[in-house]
């Protein structure tokens, strides 16, 4: 049995409901092989992060060689990458490699604790987002790369072109933090796919960017085309926050068994 290779470069949540741990669970239900490159630790639980610590740069490319030498890739999803020397590094591990990327760049957390340093934005933009197969931001996210405010769906349009110009090949803008349909825009400059789902009343919504995420990277290393990939992730997501249940004092985790 070959499963198809996914590999998440994120950091871990001790919570379980975000970061690495949400996105092995989310390549186990999708049914392909998950591996991880750490990059950070995080003491976290459902009311925040309560501290975070960067791997050095020497562990995340050794962590990476280790799995590509020996066992292959076929898809990489990333994550939490916390500085900008993670950043870099991790860009210059994925330059070339011929290798679907998927690029989350997670900036902040929901309950709004800071996920990368401010000094690494540029880096963002312009080493990890050029080797982006699919960049996935959501609305602070692009507001933070950008510039663009994003408060209707023909803001999407403009959010999506202003990401596209640092380079990834496609670019899927999160909407759901609009008001009313759960909204998000998928466009590599000339195709346009609208992605709507009906908006959920649930608050325990923890994960669900690096689920998505993971999804998309695990649906390309099943072989489906990009817009594809995205639709059926956006199907999984739906479904895992419609799931999502009560964990701790505060904001509980999307589900993946449903
Ligand atoms: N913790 C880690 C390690 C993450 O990678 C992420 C998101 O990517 C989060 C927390 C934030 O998750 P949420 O915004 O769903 O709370």
Redesign the pocket.
């Known amino acids: 049995m070959t499963l198809p290779l996914v590999l998440t470069v994120?950091?871990?949540?001790s919570g379980g409901g975000?970061?690495i741990q949400a996105d092995l669970k989310t390549m186990l239900a999708l049914g392909v092989h998950g591996m991880s490159v750490l990059t950070a630790v995080?003491a976290?639980n459902s009311l925040g992060?309560h501290g975070a610590w960067e791997l050095p740069a020497e562990a995340v490319r050794a962590q990476y060689r280790a799995v590509v030498d020996d066992i292959g890739v076929d898809a990489v999803k990333t994550?939490?990458l916390a500085s900008a020397e993670l950043v870099e590094t991790v860009a210059e591990l994925l330059a070339g490699t011929g290798v679907p990327v998927v690029v989350?760049p997670?900036g902040v957390?929901?309950?709004g604790d800071p996920?990368l340093a401010a000094s690494a934005l540029d880096s963002v933009r312009t080493k990890l987002l050029p080797v982006a197969t699919v960049a996935t931001p959501n609305l602070d996210e692009v507001a933070q790369l950008t510039g663009v405010r994003v408060e209707s769906e023909a803001d999407l349009v403009r959010a999506a072109d202003a990401v596209l110009e640092y380079g990834p090949r496609w670019a899927l803008i999160k909407g759901g933090h609009l008001a009313g349909e759960a909204v998000d825009l998928l466009t590599d400059g000339s195709e346009k796919h609208w992605l709507r789902a009906p908006r959920l009343d649930n608050r325990h919504?923890?994960?669900?960017?690096?689920t998505l995420a993971s999804a998309v990277a695990s649906y390309l290393a099943l072989g489906l085309p990009v817009p594809e990939a995205v639709a059926a992730a956006k199907r999984y997501v739906t479904g895992a926050i419609a799931a999502g249940f009560p964990l701790g004092g505060g904001i509980g985790p999307v589900d993946h068994g449903w």
């Open positions: 994120a950091g871990s949540d975000a970061g995080t976290q992060v994550g939490m989350d997670v957390s929901k309950h996920l919504t923890h994960g669900t960017g690096c």
